[in-house]
């Protein structure tokens, strides 16, 4: 595939993709007490549509915000010595 595609042929590539990768993770899980079903995979799947195609914007909250911007004046980054 060469060159952008459409709003409806990206919907359905995505679609066929999502199915494709939830279909692996229901049968290739290795834990058996998950238990996993194609249902359980529904509301990621609403989500991840819905950013994709833009009709919701990314939570960008879990980036560092500046201190102008509400976030830490100082932010320890220097690792615990070794014990």
């Known amino acids: 595939m060469t060159g952008k595609l459409d709003k409806t042929a990206f919907g359905m590539e995505l679609d066929r ?3 494709e990768i939830i279909a692996w993770a229901v049968k290739e899980c290795p ?14 799947r609403t989500d991840f549509h ?3 195609t ?7 909250s879990l980036s ?10 100082y932010i320890n980054d220097n690792p615990a010595p070794w014990p």
């Open 17 to 19: 993709r999502l199915d």
């Open 31 to 44: 834990e058996e007490s998950a238990n996993l079903a194609y249902a359980d995979f529904e509301k990621i």
């Open 50 to 52: 819905q950013l994709a």
């Open 54 to 60: 833009g009709e919701i914007k990314a939570d960008n």
């Open 64 to 73: 560092d915000a500046e201190p102008e911007e509400g976030g830490p004046q």
